[in-house]
């Protein structure tokens, strides 16, 4: 079935014609949320509606959380989307749209995420043995049942299945026209003139692709290929930290101070008669760091049994 | 209010409609509030442009850089106080100019200012100063209009791009007529907010002159004690002019509420209470308070919406009149439709909304980060290793001060860090290694004065300039240090370390940001030296102005000793594998991001990254 000849249900178009429609576009810096964006004001424009859209630079871009506000209407005064009254939520990123969910109406608003998953540096901060990263624990079908009416794709992998992953923004306006009372063609002619000219045949693909996705009663993919180890790592029960023993043969050390000044958690200092001490013992995960790199093997790192099981 | 453009709220009228000048066939165009901004600008003939970047108001002097060479000079210049004595210059010069800047900008350019508003203008002189309410990207959430007040300067505040667009156009009038620089205030929500704007056509005064006139022009204090009535004077024909100007919308509605906004603001309170009287003025400062006076007599309670400080509230007060404002929006942070509503339910106007129950989620922190590659990694690695003290400055690598580099101790603003450094060893009170660190575009634009005086006053510190070759925070623009110009033409090119040893600076070392040993050799080196030593820290950022891709580099699984040495980095490429080797996770790298920058490989004990075999 091509979603072209499909007429889509549009929940979005007209519904109240004095009040605007409201979409939040959210993703990571440097995903493209600006360009989803434009494409759909200009779209809204060229339908003859009043559009504001309205985004913020700076700090964001440097892979922090992203989000840009496109009202449009018969008249739109404020350029930003009160909480809680956001027609649909779209995310580009999954643990952004989980980040932005509560900007969604409590009653019919739409919720269109990518359930591709960027784990952010700090999520793997904790260091402690057996530790999870931390990221988003909801599952896509756990947020799409929560809010009624949600689509969460695998638009990375079904972009990577097209020839490119550069193109799932344009999987998820794909899905974003089926509920929105806009031509499918009216899209691709927007869309045309926002990618490059030799990708138009790709970008024709990947719309229609997120679209028949969007149209075809699926909500949740079949088998959501997300970044496994998250997936797996958030799964994992937190174990309680095991125990573990940092000692220090004094006479070995020769106060090179290599494993001060690298230890993660800066644990480590040197003592008035020059030599390594555990200053912080609470904060020592037992990485094994200093034991490594100690060049006179003055460091042991000594487990519980019960830890050594558990590797 | 005979004079006053009324309309019923009900009625769909574009804001700026009414002054916007008549020409046969208006284009228009969807623009942000500064490409409106600018527009406006090029559209009042302004010969002159310069500005310092500053999130929000950086994309106002790249769109004026966008409009033909022959019509206008726009640069950027080394801070904003150079960028506003540019303006000045070619205002004294006979032709329009304007200077853009982000509100603490305003700070650096404050000298200037203070003198300016005595001595006037000659071309007619608009500054554009944008706010961020909220602090977005910024150290602070000053407001301007009080800025405006303390000089005494016209606040013209438009509400949506196309009002900015007009505004600024007949700023340049209003400069000329009242004699008096303008500031445009924006905020970030208008500055980057995209809307439909009807454009006009560009007319270019006739060409002025400089006159000759020390009394206006040389501000000693002969001729300055003649000049601060002036300001008195001028103060009340804007006065005047503000209670008819076209701008001022009076939408007479609800008799029993009305509202005082100007501004962004103005469409909130449309968006919650379409049916009150409103009475929207163009400026902030000064206020057309027999206006303002009518206006409260109309209706019979008076709230005044406003972002940030009560600026208007506390003058109107201050007049005798019964309002009120502050008592229910809050003085911190960004208003937004949500805030309003807030406000006006706490105040008994509007009804409570039912609470919604927030789901409850639990998505991840995610702060920025310094990109894969980042030059400044390296840097700060160093620094942590060293177990310095850091005085920290205003640019991307604030970011270090976060987990897992926090090695940034303190940042004040612009410049400050080596200044900062100085008073914490004179302070005598600090045992660790004191080091300033700041940015190439930084140092140039407030870090040479306070790098001379740590010479002059033998201070023993350390400055790392970390010289990336662009400003990168704002978006890379470029600066007196890449040898290029706001248009892109070549031009000289600051040497870092020839201005450095200009300085007096004894101990000088330019390092290669990415080789780990050298640059943690030189720091140590350079804490070790008594007396001011400068490291400059040297690599092309990673984004602009070319986006730098090399072969990426990968984790040979079985080495790894999951040690998380290289976690230390915060890279964003680098992430937790399936693999364990004794509990911990072994590490893992995201080809996609990895740029090939090597600090990685360079870090890790066990020699287990390497560039991948394809």
Not at chain 2, 344 to 369: D, F, H, M, N, Y
Not at chain 2, 578 to 598: P, Q, S, W, Y
């Amino acid at each position: 079935m091509n979603a072209l000849d499909k007429e889509s249900a549009s929940p979005h178009g007209n519904r109240d014609a004095a009040r605007p429609t409201n979409v939040l576009i959210v993703g990571v810096g440097g995903q493209g949320v600006l360009m989803v964006s434009k494409v759909l004001a200009a779209l809204c424009q060229s339908e003859g509606f009043e559009v504001k859209q309205s985004e913020v630079h700076g700090m964001a871009k440097r892979g922090g959380s992203v989000f840009s506000h496109v009202r449009f209407g018969e008249q739109v005064w404020s350029p930003t989307i009160p909480r809680g009254e956001a027609d649909i939520v779209v995310a580009l990123e999954w643990a952004e749209g989980v980040r932005w969910l509560d900007h969604l109406r409590r009653d019919g608003g739409t919720f269109i995420a990518d359930t591709q998953r960027i784990v952010p540096p700090i999520s793997f901060r904790n260091r402690t043995r057996n530790a999870a990263s931390a990221y988003a624990p909801e599952t896509p079908a756990e947020v799409v049942a929560l809010v009624g009416n949600g689509f969460a794709l695998d638009a990375t992998s079904m972009a990577t299945g097209l020839g490119d992953r550069r193109v799932a923004n344009t999987v998820l306006l794909g899905a974003l026209s089926t509920v929105l009372p806009f031509a499918a063609e009216h899209w691709l002619a927007v869309i045309e003139q926002f990618v490059p000219a030799k990708t138009k045949d790709l970008n024709r693909r990947a719309f229609l692709a997120g679209r028949d996705w969007a149209v075809s009663a699926e909500r949740v993919p079949a088998a959501v290929a997300t970044d496994a180890v998250a997936q797996k790592v958030t799964a994992r029960a937190i174990e309680t930290a095991p125990a573990h023993l940092l000692t220090i043969n004094e006479a070995w050390c020769k106060g090179c101070d290599i494993c001060v000044k690298m230890c993660p958690e800066r644990c480590l200092s040197l003592n008035a008669r020059m030599v390594a001490e555990l200053a912080r013992p609470d904060a020592c995960t037992a990485c094994h760091l200093c034991e490594w790199l100690c060049p006179d093997y003055a460091i042991r790192i000594e487990s519980t049994p019960a830890v050594k099981g558990a590797s | 209010m005979d004079h006053v453009l009324e309309t019923r709220a009900s009625a769909r009228t574009p804001i700026a409609e009414s002054s916007s000048a008549p020409t046969a066939q208006r284009a228009s165009r969807p623009l942000t509030g500064n490409e409106a901004i600018a527009r406006g600008a090029w559209e009042a003939g302004i010969r002159v442009a310069a500005a310092y970047p500053g999130t929000p108001s950086t994309e106002i002097m790249e769109s004026l850089a966008d409009y033909p060479a022959e019509d206008l000079h726009a640069q950027w210049s080394t801070n904003e106080k150079v960028a506003l004595d540019v303006a000045i210059g070619a205002s004294f010069a006979g032709v329009r100019a304007l200077a853009s800047m982000k509100h603490v900008g305003l700070n650096v350019a404050a000298d200037a200012l203070m003198s300016l508003t005595y001595i006037g203008v000659n071309g007619g002189l608009v500054i554009v100063v944008c706010d961020d309410p909220g602090i977005h990207s910024s150290q602070n959430e000053q407001d301007t209009r009080l800025f405006s007040r303390f000089a005494m300067v016209p606040c013209l505040e438009p509400a949506d791009a196309q009002e900015a667009l007009v505004m600024t156009r007949e700023a340049f009038d209003l400069s000329e007529r009242f004699d008096t620089p303008v500031i445009i205030r924006s905020t970030t929500r208008l500055s980057h907010t995209r809307s439909l704007v009807t454009l006009g056509e560009r007319t270019v005064p006739p060409s002025g002159h400089f006159r000759e006139d020390p009394r206006k022009n040389v501000m000693v204090p002969a001729h300055a004690r003649n000049r601060h009535p002036k300001l008195i004077e001028r103060e009340a024909a804007l006065r005047a002019h503000f209670a008819t100007s076209g701008h001022v919308r009076w939408e007479a509605g609800r008799r029993d509420i009305g509202i005082i906004t100007a501004g962004t603001p103005y469409a909130y309170v449309k968006e919650v209470l379409p049916d009150a009287s409103i009475l929207k003025l163009p400026a902030a400062y000064p206020l057309p308070l027999d206006l303002i006076g009518r206006f409260c007599a109309s209706v019979e309670r008076v709230l005044v919406v406003e972002e940030l400080e009560p600026a208007m509230e506390t003058e109107i007060r201050a007049a005798g009149l019964k309002v009120e404002g502050k008592a229910f929006f809050p003085r911190v942070g960004e208003l937004a439709p949500e805030v309003v509503r807030a406000g006006l339910e706490s105040a008994g106007i509007l009804e409570p909304q039912p609470k919604v129950e927030p789901w409850q989620l639990t998505p991840p922190a995610r702060p920025p980060v310094l990109c894969s590659g980042c030059p400044h990694t390296m840097s700060y690695m160093a620094l942590r290793a060293l177990d310095a003290r850091v005085a920290g400055d205003i640019g991307c690598y604030t970011l270090a001060a976060l987990e897992p580099l926090r090695s940034i101790d303190t940042c004040v603003s612009m410049g400050s860090s080596i200044a900062n450094a100085v008073g914490i060893a004179k302070a005598g009170t600090e045992a660790k290694p004191i080091i300033a660190t700041i940015g190439d575009s930084t140092f140039l634009h407030a870090g040479i004065p306070p790098l001379i005086d740590a010479v002059y006053n033998d201070a023993n510190i350390t400055v790392i300039i970390l010289d990336n070759h662009i400003t990168a925070m704002t978006g890379g623009q470029d600066h007196p240090g890449t040898g290029r110009n706001l248009r892109g033409s070549e031009t000289a090119r600051v040497d870092f370390e020839q201005m450095v040893r200009a300085c007096g600076v004894k101990w000088v070392r330019k390092v290669d940001s990415y080789n780990v040993a050298e640059m943690y050799q030189a720091c140590r080196e350079a804490a070790a030296f008594k007396g001011v030593a400068v490291v400059i820290s040297d690599r092309p950022c990673v984004l602009d102005p070319v986006k730098i891709k090399g072969p990426p580099l990968e984790v040979q699984a079985k080495n790894c000793i999951a040690c998380q040495s290289c976690m230390n980095l915060g890279c964003p490429a680098l992430g937790w594998s399936e693999d364990m080797f004794e509990g911990h996770h072994k590490v893992r790298i995201n080809a996609a991001l990895c740029i090939g920058c090597t600090l990685c490989a360079q870090i890790c004990p066990s020699d287990c990254i390497h560039p991948s075999v394809q």
